[in-house]
């Protein structure tokens, strides 16, 4: 079972809570996402777009802006390739939207997943070329694509690069040389040389970035206000889909494009989350990320993604709620293909030759491409190790890596490049092409340079506060939203109580995967708590320590004895326009 760490972190909890006007155990949690300064605190928790940095400040920016105005007066014919996951659907149409608004004539270009694969590639440089373009604008994609560029450059197009995927590099005398694309100008925030204050941005926000900068240079940022407003919705959406940590400017791009999703005027987006149910005053960054957002990745990993670029941009009603009943109707059998290919791969680890590998690697030949990356990160989810899962393509294997805190793929996988065609990515996912031969090989030799131990790959839960359950309040609660938008890298708080008493269990829902129990606090007083995932793992670890006599009087409204350390947080249960308090519970030892 995973290891329970309390934050141990030291502070001024109580001028924290006076300054700011929170309670000290608000403070405490703050204090856990290492929040130390005042300017930090005030951002976190009152920051707005006025705290986001300039765009100015990355670089490259100004050359991309002076060479898109040079073109905006020219009328010279401008594509847009973007990429097939909701981070690249997000950023073709953020710049193609702003490009509109310039004034420039602009298209776009999403490749398809099977035909194309991954960014800019020989395919889709002819095909502009052919049609007369005269600038490729990339976005979440082209940091790698030097050959592509450098293809476009000989043909005579302008080549400009938009991305945040990690720079490629060679290691030469143990130093990292750094290979750029040979484009006119390259505006990725971890290049060499790059001064903007936080690098752990999206495509979608690099070119919202790219947007803004270019309407100040223009003098209509004022006049565009409103459309900014809509980008800035597509970018919240994108960095969300893109598990970027919510930190520092994502944290502000995020809770601000949430409050503007609540009004949007963009009709596909209003109208996915009609099809899907979603209450638009409770929107939040879990809806995207586990609800709106697969929809956009669905059509990507089924389909063509540019049927969400088209939702995304449609101004017609009708038009609207066709294409999102389709991207919903898509997202739902992609639900059911990666069921039946997650309890695969489940199979592959526990009867196969790869069990006891501390890096994963799942040859699942059958399995439809674009499901890689989902099926790694259930199986990651599993086993806490690092995970890559390959699926046999037209053109050898192509596989889809999802990493843990301690390992750096991206960097690993350099380490093994010869194995591959083609490859990208960054600390916590990768991309890979390779040819079906060496399957077997890159696993052993991933393995062999792998220094991961133990306690590495040991799942760890770190407990904001321990607090009895009897502490939880309305105030509590309501305090405690101040602190979303939650997700990766500002999860949400997390309490724990030893000793909790349990007295009734139900299981609930069609597919038998929630348990309601009944709780007694140490001041006697019940509570309901909920328990998301597979009731029978639990059951097992119940019967293995109280007994199977003791489960099934808990089943029956007649739990005894049975006493448990829990991690939860509170929450807010609405039925029928009655709200009130319940507990969830994320662990239990």
């Known amino acids: 079972m995973a290891k329970w760490y309390v934050a141990a972190k030291k502070a001024d909890f109580q001028g924290i809570s006076e300054k700011y006007g929170i309670s000290p155990v608000t403070a405490r949690i703050i204090r856990n996402r290492d929040m130390v300064e005042e300017e930090e605190i005030r951002k976190f928790l009152e920051g707005g777009m006025e705290d986001l940095y300039s765009p100015a400040l990355l670089k490259g920016m100004e050359e991309t802006v002076g060479l898109l105005q040079k073109k905006i007066r020219e009328k010279r014919p401008i594509r847009i390739i973007g990429d097939y996951d909701a981070d690249g659907i997000c950023s073709a149409f953020i710049l193609h939207q702003g490009l509109l608004g310039a004034g420039a004539v602009a298209d776009t270009a999403i490749p398809h997943r099977i035909k194309d694969g991954y960014g800019l590639n020989d395919h889709l440089v002819e095909d502009a070329f052919a049609a007369g373009i005269d600038t490729i604008l990339t976005c979440d994609n082209g940091i790698a694509a030097a050959p592509q560029v450098a293809l476009a450059k000989e043909k005579g197009m302008t080549v400009i690069v938009t991305d945040h995927h990690e720079i490629p590099y060679e290691e030469r005398g143990g130093e990292k040389h750094y290979l750029l694309p040979p484009a006119d100008a390259v505006v990725d925030p971890k290049q060499e040389g790059d001064v903007s204050p936080f690098k752990g941005i999206c495509g979608g926000v690099v070119a919202y970035k790219v947007i803004c900068r270019l309407y100040e240079t223009m003098g209509i940022a004022e006049e565009m206000e409103g459309l900014l407003g809509e980008l800035l919705e597509a970018a919240a959406f994108a960095t969300v889909c ?276 009944t709780v007694l606090d140490d001041k006697g007083k019940r509570w309901e708590m909920m328990a998301f995932g597979d009731p029978d793992s639990m059951d097992a670890y119940l019967a293995e320590r109280f007994g199977q006599a003791a489960v099934d009087g808990l089943y029956r409204g007649r739990g005894e004895g049975i006493r448990l350390s829990v991690a939860y947080y509170p929450s807010v249960n609405t039925w029928q326009g009655n709200a009130k308090l319940q507990l969830i519970m994320k662990y239990y030892q």
């Open 242 to 517: 893109d598990v970027m940590e919510l930190l520092d400017e994502n944290r502000i791009i995020v809770k601000e494009g949430l409050e503007h999703m609540k009004r949007t005027r963009n009709e596909g987006l209003r109208a996915l989350m009609e099809v899907n149910g979603v209450d638009r005053e409770k929107l939040s960054a879990y809806t995207i990320g586990f609800v709106l957002g697969p929809c956009l990745n669905a059509t990507g990993r089924l389909d063509t993604a540019a049927r969400a670029l088209q939702l995304l941009e449609t101004q017609d009603r009708g038009e609207a709620v066709r294409a999102a009943v389709e991207l919903k109707q898509l997202n739902d059998s992609r639900k059911a293909m990666t069921e039946e290919y997650v309890k695969l791969a489940v199979r592959s680890v526990e009867e196969g030759p790869i069990r006891d590998d501390r890096v994963l690697v799942v040859f699942l030949p059958d399995c439809h491409e674009s499901l890689a990356g989902i099926i790694a990160g259930r199986v990651r989810e599993k086993y806490h190790r690092p995970v890559f899962l390959l699926t046999r393509s037209e053109e050898g294997v192509k596989g889809s890596g999802r990493s843990i805190e301690t390992y750096h793929m991206y960097e690993e996988m350099t380490k093994v490049n010869h194995f591959f065609t083609r490859y990208g990515g960054h600390k916590m996912a990768a991309g890979l092409s390779m040819e079906e031969k060496d399957v077997d090989c890159f696993r052993r030799e991933i393995n062999a340079i792998c220094r991961l131990t133990q306690e590495d790959m040991e799942e760890k839960v770190h407990i904001d506060v321990p607090m009895p359950v009897s502490y939880v309040s309305w105030p509590l609660v309501e305090e405690l939203e101040r602190l979303e938008p939650f997700g990766n890298g500002n999860p949400r708080p997390l309490f724990a109580q030893k000793d909790l008493e349990f007295l009734s269990a139900r299981v609930l829902g069609k597919n038998r995967n929630a348990v309601r129990f």
